[in-house]
């Protein structure tokens, strides 16, 4: 594979890998959902 392969691979990679890593910290760090019903 040439210079400009990687360079694309490597971007395409990367920017899933960011992604992936963004939503997995916000959907992590959410603040627990109250419980709306208190007789359950």
Known sequence: MNTYGWIVMTASVGS????????????LTM????DDDPET
Do not use: D
């Open 16 to 27: 899933v890998v960011t992604l992936l890593t963004y939503c997995l910290y916000r959907v």
């Open 31 to 34: 603040p627990p959902v109250p």
